[in-house]
Each structure stands twice: as structure tokens, then as C-alpha cells.
């Protein structure tokens, strides 16, 4: 089954993590992927991509912001890649990569991925996600011979439509090459920076938002977060006006410049911590791990923004849980 990815290059980070793990499909010859990167030096972009896309028999939309944002993936491969699904021609399956309001859009009434449309970058782990998708594209791989996919994907059918015929739409036969063609990314002191920052800031959100919610679900609890400088916060749990717990948690100081310390106490000192959430990079992109993790159920996970988040939460709330 042939694969085309329609991405933006914002999302590049997700597209090459999505390849790296398809890669037994790829060995076990399931599925042969497509994307920009397999075309050639000196070989037109808009001829390739159309090309590519008219063969596909599989047509994954990376969905974000900036791919509802870009009038090439979604004025002209969306498009193209809906209509062929409604020829019966190909089978479009948007993949959520980032949160956006996609709902709306002509994808919005396909079954989109990872379960429940929730987006990669919502997942405690980037693994977890990766390998949900990956898993019901394997099973819809697996079934595609049968009338209806069991999953909800219409299946592609086997005959050969004259429109993906090379000779007849004008486009150059499709040359052997290899689908190994991800390379490493580099990743600055001002990106690796910024990702922390970012994170951090969304950590600061993600309690207060939870503090709120709190509040409101259990009678007689408050919380308060309070803002102790732009680079720390701390959030204490009152119940029936008796204190239940409190945090600090805190950018960088002097446990590293890359990560956010946490402290099981709002009235802790700045070189302790009960666990540091470091920023690490493997060849495509930027992630958090927990350096106590062995120590709880998130092990030695690569952590996005919300599960960092999540983790940290956990920790906090663990306190009036038990």
C-alpha cells in the first residue's frame, strides 16, 4: 500500500517521529511511505506531489494549526486527497497532531487518529501515541481486503483506477528508492530554550486551570497559585481550611538552565527537589524526562508538554488521594 503524508513543514518534528515508527510496516513491506523528502534534485516540487498523491492508495493528513493555516496542504493535497476518497479511489485518514479546531473541516467526519481525534502533542507520552496510530493503521492494513473495515475506514479498493495510472496522467513512472531517507535534526540553545520556556509556561496554565476545576468538583476545597517570579510558581490545597498540600515549581535556577525543578513544598529551598524534569532530543525532536521516573508510572518516558504537566500534577494531588 502506498502512503502519501500531507504535512506542514511546522510539523516536521511529527512527521519524521511518525516515519521512525512505521518502520516494521515498511521492513514487513505493508505499507511504502511518501513525502516531499523522497523527491529528487532537480525534479519539479508540484509535478512530484501530485504525482505521488494521484498513486497513493493511503493519504495521511498530519492536522495542526499550521496545516489548516497552509493553503498548499489544505487547498490543494486536502482537497485533491478528499475527492479521491470520495471517487473510491483512496482512503484519507487525518492523524492529530497538534490541537486545532479540524472538526469543521471536510476530514472532520472521518475516523481521525490517534483514538479519539486526541492530539499527539495532548499525550503523556509520545511513544503511547506514536504506537496507537501506528497500530490501527496496522490493523486497517491487515483488513483491507474485507468489505468494512472493522475499525470504520472505508478500504481502498484493489482494482487499479485509471486515474493513478502513470502514463495516463502525465506523471513520470515512480522509480525504485528507498523509504530510509529521515535524517537527524540539530536543535539550538535558543530552540532548546525556548521549549522549556514554553513548557513551563504551560505547566503554570495547567495548574491553575486544575486548581479551578478542583474547586469546583469537591465542596470545601480551594486552591491558590500564586506567581513568585516569572521562572517559578507554587500552589498550595486547602480542605475545609486546613492546608492538604503545596508545591514549587520553578524554571531552571541553579539545578540546570534546561529544566523545571518540582518541590513537594511551596517553602522549599532552590537547590532541592523531589523530581527535575530534563530536556533531551533524540534525532527529530524535543522532549522532557523524568529523572525519578523510576520511580513512578512514567518511567523512562519521552514526555510532551501535557505530560510533563500531568506528572507534575500527580505528584501535587497524590497527597489528597490517599
Known amino acids: 500500500m502506498r502512503a502519501f503524508i500531507s504535512y506542514s513543514h511546522k510539523d516536521e518534528s511529527f512527521r519524521a517521529e511518525l516515519d521512525k515508527h512505521l518502520a516494521l510496516l515498511k521492513r514487513q513491506q505493508l505499507i511504502d511511505v511518501w513525502s516531499d523528502h523522497c523527491i529528487r534534485p532537480g525534479e519539479a516540487f ?18 495542526s494549526a499550521d496545516f489548516m493555516h497552509s493553503d498548499y496542504c489544505f487547498g490543494v493535497e486536502m482537497q485533491q486527497a478528499m475527492k479521491r476518497q470520495e471517487d473510491g479511489e483512496a482512503t484519507v485518514i487525518p492523524i492529530i497532531v497538534r490541537p486545532c479546531d479540524w472538526m469543521s473541516a471536510p476530514f472532520g467526519r472521518l475516523k481521525a487518529l490517534p483514538t479519539d481525534g486526541k492530539a499527539i502533542a495532548k499525550w503523556t507520552s509520545l511513544d503511547d501515541a506514536f504506537v496507537d496510530v501506528v497500530q490501527h493503521l496496522r490493523k486497517m492494513l491487515s483488513t483491507e481486503k474485507r468489505a468494512e473495515s472493522p475499525m470504520g475506514f472505508k478500504p481502498t479498493p484493489t482494482h487499479q483506477s485509471p486515474r493513478r ?92 538552565a534546561d529544566t523545571i525543578a518540582y518541590s513537594g513544598s511551596e517553602n522549599a529551598q532552590e537547590n532541592s527537589y523531589n ?40 505528584m501535587f494531588i497524590s497527597a489528597l488521594q490517599h
Not at 525556548?194 to 486552591?223: A, H, I, M, W
Not at 532530543?281 to 505530560?307: P, S
Request: hydrophobic share 40%.
Open 165 to 256: 495510472d502513470a502514463a495516463d496522467s502525465g506523471h513520470s513512472p515512480r522509480m525504485p528508492r528507498s523509504s530510509n531517507l529521515t535524517l537527524p535534526r540539530t536543535f539550538t540553545d535558543e530552540q532548546r530554550h525556548d521549549f522549556v520556556v514554553q513548557c513551563f509556561q504551560y505547566v503554570q496554565n495547567y495548574f491553575e486551570q486544575s486548581l479551578v476545576e478542583l474547586q469546583t468538583r469537591n465542596p470545601g476545597v480551594s486552591g491558590r497559585l500564586t506567581v513568585t517570579s516569572q521562572r517559578g510558581f507554587t500552589a498550595i490545597v486547602f480542605r475545609d481550611g486546613k492546608r492538604q498540600a503545596g508545591c514549587y515549581i520553578r524554571l531552571g535556577s541553579g539545578l540546570g
Open 46 to 63: 508540484d509535478p512530484a506531489i501530485a504525482g505521488a498523491l494521484q498513486a497513493a492508495d493511503i493519504v495521511l493528513l498530519l492536522v
Open 275 to 314: 523530581e527535575l524534569l530534563t530536556i533531551e532530543a533524540d534525532k527529530h525532536m524535543l522532549f522532557f524526562r523524568a529523572t525519578m521516573g523510576m520511580f513512578n508510572r512514567v518511567g523512562d518516558a519521552r514526555l510532551t508538554d501535557e505530560g510533563a504537566a500531568e506528572h507534575l500534577w500527580t
